[in-house]
């Protein structure tokens, strides 16, 4: 029987699987180049979705590559920052519809709707609303 040293006991490196990624300097400069186009075009509501289509890779990979790179995060930023200031203007003004902009805004954005709950069976409630009723 022959003992092997784990001393001597070489790991191969794995081998890298899937495509070479295509995010370069080329691709943060298309995704700034969309930031500037959806500045421009104020009747567009601009996404990552978008996005993706204009850097053509999957919305996955920009998230992905939001999480990675601190350059295409901030790109990410601007454009969720421009979406949201446009789901604002558009949907107070009228000019898109506002229960959709509400929705989008909660579900994006994470805007929430405030209630407010008055408790209305206090003591002293009580006794207004009886005096309210025995004065009709």
Known sequence: MVK????TTTKKPKAKIGRPTKYNEEMVKKAY?????????LEEL????KMAQYLEI??????????IHEHFSGAIKKV????KGRLMEKGLDGTWSTPMAIFLLKANHGLVD????????????KVESLLNKLGE
């Open 46 to 49: 601009p996404t990552l979705f």
């Open 58 to 67: 999957d919305e996955d990979t920009v998230l992905e590559w939001g999480k």
């Open 4 to 7: 092997k040293d784990s001393k």
């Open 80 to 83: 969720k920052k421009l979406q």
């Open 33 to 41: 180049d969309y930031i500037d186009f959806s500045l421009r075009d």
């Open 114 to 125: 405030r209630q407010v709950v008055h408790n209305v069976d206090t003591p002293e409630n």
